[in-house]
């Protein structure tokens, strides 16, 4: 399956930033045992490509592995050499953008306004990342004029708002420290309470699936 399916399937990107690298392969196995099937790693992080190269290789098929923070084209290429299939910023630079679509992976740039996001989108970015995510309600007012722009809240989702997010237009949702909080100890405690919190992520996504078929507003 193409890391863009894989994308709009299963909606929730776990972002690690600034994880002890000897620790990313524990907070991997621990997100997927709780269903998570994405996962970006942040290249300002320490020794992002070394761990984008390792998790990769790991998970193989199991879970598809995109790096984060990308600002610049070498930055992007050398996450691509190193395994990354999808390509998010905070920004939006369209150098970036189009390097990503030359490279065959998913470009996800950072945008807010209605503006940044549209000339995101025309410039060949898959999603667009809402970022910041300030409410559900302002993803909802840019998704009514630009139904056509796939969005992804990102840096304001939590357990609590997830479904509305979703509801508002959402086609996915990157989730970062509301989900790994990695300034704590990563013990075997932590590592339990990390599955079972990204499966109520999850189970969130699917109960508004379920609740969002055959909507018409």
Known sequence: MSAISQILEHKIIAIIRG???ADVLKIAEALYAGGIRLLEITMNSAEPLQVIREVAAHFG???TIGAGTVLDVETLRKAVDSGARFILSPVMDIEVIGA???LGVVSIPGAYTATEIFTAYRNGADIVKVFPARSPAYLKDIAGPLPQIPLMPT???SLENIADFHKA???GFGIGSALVDTKKKITEQYLAAL???AAAFVQAVHYSDQNNI???D
Do not use: W
Request: glycine letters at 24%; hydrophobic letters at 25%; proline letters at 5%.
């Open 19 to 21: 994880a002890d690298p």
């Open 61 to 63: 098929d199991r879970m």
């Open 100 to 102: 990503g679509r030359d």
């Open 155 to 157: 840096g304001g989702v």
């Open 169 to 171: 237009g959402a086609v």
């Open 195 to 197: 599955t079972d919190k």
């Open 214 to 216: 055959g909507r018409t």
